[in-house]
């Protein structure tokens, strides 16, 4: 099926919003974790953190200002600080309950029953509950024009995880965490590694990886066409 | 285990890189389809895509210009078109071969065996063997201040996808097309969804959907901490 621009313009609001969302595929699920000058809590999950580079190490949110996120926005321009938190599968449904339109002095910790967490020397709270936690500092912000959405980026600065987690050659196992992954607006999913692949180089084969970074075998991952 | 500013700074840089790309979780694994003005084609395989909205839909990119996606950002830039290829697991080790480094005159379609695929009226090549392809048209493009990456947002023109697919609500079950998720740089997932989430409001207790959007139960969560 061929859905063109005019069909797209046509669809019901609702429908193109969950449709046009679906189109970019499997996305992390956050928590953004702020607080107000006052210290008043806000937490929000975002789909939309994107990863900008690792030196320095840099993550990407894009926020709507007229949804439920622009507390979130407003405490990030304040405090110049937030936590981002990954969302695992025993905490999912309070997860997506801060989604909904709490009043600015709502705690949405209480609200969805997660637990605020701090560390010394970083102002913004992080979910207690979250098996990967980052603490972020601002270091820019834009509004996009082409549709008025606001870019924030920031600069990771601690980063709390698990050492099980961590393999020998740096790559993090999320999917060890039970984190999850979120497609269009509110489909939540687990996975299953199929493998991990090799640096690619012209005129050179493949191999797979274990999860560790070590040469594994094919016979994983099930694929037909390919030159192996 | 807290890894801070000054650990991350101090890794071996590989492993650094390996450790900050896993910390955006999981992530869309795409293929972007270009071509020059004399017609060479080129694939490039990105995880960075990233929904930006829906009226109009949008989506944004992030591309470093020093990568191998460098000849991806030069032909965008000249022609204004793109198209982007979701991947699927049976031709997921092929799309990741297209991250080697071939010279611009080398076509990784042809280097990966993957099949350029046209529309009429749109000049750039899709990915024949992608279940979920889209046709963008570029409406703005900058350089980030704060690292020398590029952000290329564009508006989907075209989106060819099998209609069974799409749920009556608009959502799209990108599970059910076989599309993988990539978290780090390497490591490739399918998934297994637990559930959609109802809308959540304020005082109000969520509910499980159906991957059609219809109310369902809260067995298949299997969540012990909710205010079920």
């Known amino acids: 099926m061929n859905y063109n621009a005019h069909s797209i313009a046509m669809m019901e609001s609702r429908i193109r919003s969950r449709f046009i969302n679906s189109l970019s ?13 006052e210290g008043n ?22 926020i709507r200002p007229s949804s439920v996120e622009r507390h979130t926005l407003q405490n990030i321009l304040a405090t110049k600080c937030y936590t981002i938190n990954a969302v695992s599968h025993d905490f ?9 339109r709490y009043s600015k002095l ?3 910790f209480e609200k969805a029953n997660l637990t605020p967490y701090y560390i ?4 913004a709270p992080f979910v207690r509950e979250s098996p990967l936690k980052l603490a972020m500092n601002l270091v820019d912000h834009q509004t996009l024009a082409v549709n008025g959405t606001e870019m924030v980026i920031g600069e990771i ?3 709390l ?9 740096g790559y993090v196992d999320v999917e ?5 992954t979120v497609s269009g607006l509110d489909s939540y999913h687990i996975t299953q590694r199929i493998g991990r692949l090799s640096y690619a180089k012209p005129d050179q084969k493949l191999h797979p990886l274990t999860k560790e970074g070590e040469p594994s075998s094919w016979d994983a991952f099930g694929l037909s066409n390919f030159n192996r």
């Open 92 to 100: 999912l449904a309070s997860a997506h309950q801060t989604s909904a």
């Open 161 to 169: 995880v698990s050492d099980t987690a961590v393999m020998p050659d």
């Open 120 to 123: 010394s020397e970083f102002n």
């Open 25 to 37: 595929g499997f996305k992390s699920a956050n928590l953004i974790g702020t607080s107000d000058l």
């Open 176 to 180: 060890a965490l039970d984190i999850v």
């Open 41 to 62: 809590e806000n937490l929000a999950i975002v789909s939309s953190a994107f990863h900008l580079g690792s030196t320095p190490p840099l993550m990407g949110l894009i």
């Open 157 to 159: 600065q601690n980063v």
């Open 106 to 108: 709502e705690s949405e």
